[in-house]
């Protein structure tokens, strides 16, 4: 990871797409100053903007005029050298200038991510960051945004240096004793408080652990299925909260089939809803796979709500919630069952009650916590296994040999999440995930 290692200048449009206001063009690597030189214009002071015409190298006539930014290596984005230009948003003045940039020697167009794969390649970012990076340009929600940035901005790399400290200290100090210890004498004690740091350490990354299935759900969204049998109004329900007819709704018992999905956001946070088909005995053999993915689709949920139009429910599921329907066309509440809510999509009755509830199996257990950085499966697998050595390393106080060990493993499974060590298998499949020009 060498600053500086790559030949070749990559660049790209880093804006969306043309037509647009402006475009801006980005160019990274060893070559940017002869690409500025390249149209004519002198380089700019670094990092300070400055308008400027380029001129075509062809006929020495304007192309366009715009920004220029020259940031000079490391301190840039990529920590190469870093060229921007802001130009119109045009397709042909894009297409000119990208032609005339490639057409140079050791200069081609970025792969996807590639300047953000070579800000971490010159230690600009951890993984943990290129990853909140990432999750920042996909974020669709408020919440999802408030996660991204607090990931993007070192969050989680902060606290995983602070952990991995403590077990270096915890680290250096068994091997400070074994430095003086003779080898034939007996093993040595260890500080009263020892342990106690130990499982205090443990209980930190604990916590952060904990937060997981909540920070999953920011980030992937919210999984709801709605379950009940048929003609309960499932399907009526889906289409209301998402402001479509997505849908088919009829008064035939047994209308859905497959399983329709739609996302909505309430109040800043993703809810992906799972519309069901009615499940009951049948014959049928269509309807019958439906009632599979019914099930199913339930078991993927992170909330499974069951609606029910006359206080029965179908058998076999473990309901999060239930939903009473048709509020509109019955005189009573529906007794006989514990209802969480009735609502009507007729009169729009209980909906906000509803809405209120499934945000709180959100933000429940966590309200008092900003934001859940632990959010990846990533996240879960490296915090696991470190919490797995470190409860090894607690059985050990007899041997401190094998225990400093069990922290060199702890420290090691964070060191490979924020990608110190051991990243080749996550880079492509990461970095083919961001858009051409990141
Ligand atoms: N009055 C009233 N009718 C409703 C309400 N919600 C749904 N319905 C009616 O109930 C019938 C069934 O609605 P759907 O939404 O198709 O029911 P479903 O649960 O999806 O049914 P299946 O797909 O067959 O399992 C339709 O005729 C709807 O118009 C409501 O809040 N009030
Ligand atoms: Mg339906």
Redesign the pocket.
């Known amino acids: 990871m060498t600053q500086g290692q790559h030949q070749d200048t990559i660049v790209a449009l880093s804006s969306g797409q043309l037509p647009s206001g402006v475009a801006v063009i980005r160019a990274s690597g060893p070559g940017a100053r002869t690409i500025c030189a390249h149209f004519g214009i002198l380089l700019p002071d670094a990092r300070v903007a400055k308008f400027a015409k380029l001129i075509s190298p062809i006929d020495g006539i304007v192309v366009d005029e715009g920004l220029v930014l020259f940031f000079p290596n490391p301190n840039s984005f990529s920590g190469e050298d870093l060229l921007e230009l802001q130009l119109h948003g045009s397709r042909a003045v894009v297409q000119f200038v990208l032609d005339q940039m490639t057409a140079l020697e050791h200069v081609r167009l970025a792969e996807p991510g590639e300047f953000t794969r070579r800000a971490f390649e010159n230690g600009k970012l951890d993984l943990t960051r290129v990853e909140g990076i990432a999750d920042l340009i996909d974020a669709r929600t408020e919440s999802q945004r408030r996660l991204a940035v607090s990931r993007m901005r070192g969050g989680l790399n902060d606290k995983i240096i602070d952990w991995r400290q403590q077990m270096l200290r915890l680290r250096a100090e068994i091997e400070a004793r074994l430095d003086f210890s003779d080898e034939d004498d007996v093993p040595f004690d260890l500080p009263q408080n020892y342990l106690n740091e130990l499982t205090a350490l443990r209980s930190t990354i604990n916590v952060e652990l904990q937060s997981f299935d909540h920070g999953r759900m920011i980030r992937e969204g919210v999984r709801v299925a ?1 379950v ?13 909260l998402a402001r479509s007819d997505t ?11 497959d399983v329709i999905e739609v996302e909505i956001d309430l109040d800043g946070v993703l809810f992906v809803l799972a ?5 009951r005995e049948t014959i049928d053999e269509v309807e019958q796979i439906g009632i599979e993915r019914s099930i199913r689709s339930a078991k993927n949920a992170d909330i499974v709500i069951g ?1 029910t ?1 006359d206080g029965t429910l179908p058998v076999g599921f473990d309901f999060d919630m239930v939903i009473g ?5 019955r005189e009573t509440t529906i007794e006989c069952l514990d209802v969480n809510c009735e ?5 729009g009755e209980g909906i906000d009650e509803l809405k209120r509830l499934l945000k709180a199996c959100v933000y429940a257990e966590h309200d008092s916590r900003e934001t859940g950085l632990i959010s990846h499966a990533r996240d879960k697998q490296a915090l696991s296994l470190s919490i797995d050595a470190l409860d090894r390393a607690a059985n050990l106080v007899y041997a401190p040999e094998l225990l400093a060990e069990e922290l060199r493993i702890s420290s090691y499974s964070l060191a490979r999440l924020i990608g110190e060590v051991g990243t080749e298998d996550v880079l492509d499949e990461l970095f083919s995930g961001f858009c051409i020009g990141k």
């Open positions: 709605l009940g049998k048929p003609n309960v109004g499932k399907s009526s329900l889906l289409n209301y849908a088919i709704v009829t008064d035939v018992p047994g209308t859905t089939r519309d069901t088909a009615g499940v609606l139009d329907t048709k509020r509109d066309s609502i009507s999509v007729k009169s």
